[in-house]
T-cell receptor
Framework: DGGITQSPKYLFRKEGQNVTLSCEQNLNHDAMYWYRQDPGQGLRLIYYSQIVNDFQKGDIAEGYSVSREKKESFPLTVTSAQKNPTAFYLC??????????FGPGTRLTVT | GNSVTQMEGPVTLSEEAFLTINCTYTATGYPSLFWYVQYPGEGLQLLLKATKADDKGSNKGFEATYRKETTSFHLEKGSVQVSDSAVYFCALSNSGYSTLTFGKGTMLLVSP
């Protein structure tokens, strides 16, 4: 079955450490996205990529970095510069003109 | 810029009740409109969409009509089930790969 996978489902890190969240899709979608979800705030866009080796900042890119070396993969690194990294992170993909297909999410807890 | 406003929740209903979740939007041009559903601990799933004025999106008993004159896209279901308990997000997107603007979400709780 085609879909989007995110791993791991739960991730725990100590403050000051960088951490990379995985996102893979086998839908052959061109575009991929990273969102952050906090209680009561809906979804906020971190980064998106419309094509391999190219990506753009979203609304809250500070403290995050991404890469898009393959069409299927769009990993997100949460750096130590991100002041409040604890959140639920959602990856999504789409073709032009379609809605977003979302992965199951990774819940990151930083203590 | 684009924005989406949803009614605040939680919306609490008994099984088989009628559901309406209001959604209004502000956007330039002619956006596409979407409803997503998020079950506890999971990602979002596309529930339905409409791409032009007067279109009606429908899925799993849910419906929403794209009303350009009132800039609204209200979600309705005639008879809710306990399994419909989730958070519902209204969203809009202009053409192409442009970003998707979400509302803050409305939690629906259905009791037996």
């Amino acid at each position: 079955d085609g879909g989007i996978t995110q791993s791991p489902k739960y991730l725990f890190r100590k403050e000051g450490q960088n951490v990379t969240l995985s996102c893979e899709q086998n839908l052959n979608h061109d575009a991929m996205y990273w969102y952050r979800q906090d209680p009561g705030q809906g979804l906020r866009l971190i980064y998106y990529s419309q094509i391999v080796n190219d990506f753009q900042k979203g609304d809250i890119a500070e403290g995050y970095s991404v890469s898009r070396e393959k069409k299927e993969s769009f990993p997100l690194t949460v750096t130590s510069a991100q002041k409040n990294p604890t959140a639920f992170y959602l990856c999504a993909s789409s073709m032009e003109g379609t809605g977003r297909y979302f992965g199951p999410g990774t819940r990151l807890t930083v203590t | 810029g684009n924005s989406v406003t949803q009614m605040e929740g939680p919306v609490t209903l008994s099984e088989e009740a009628f559901l309406t979740i209001n959604c209004t939007y502000t956007a330039t041009g002619y956006p596409s409109l979407f409803w997503y559903v998020q079950y506890p601990g999971e990602g979002l799933q596309l529930l339905l969409k409409a791409t032009k004025a007067d279109d009606k999106g429908s899925n799993k008993g849910f419906e929403a009509t794209y009303r350009k004159e009132t800039t609204s896209f209200h979600l309705e279901k005639g008879s809710v089930q306990v399994s419909d308990s989730a958070v519902y997000f209204c969203a809009l997107s202009n053409s192409g790969y442009s970003t998707l603007t979400f509302g803050k979400g409305t939690m629906l709780l259905v009791s037996p």
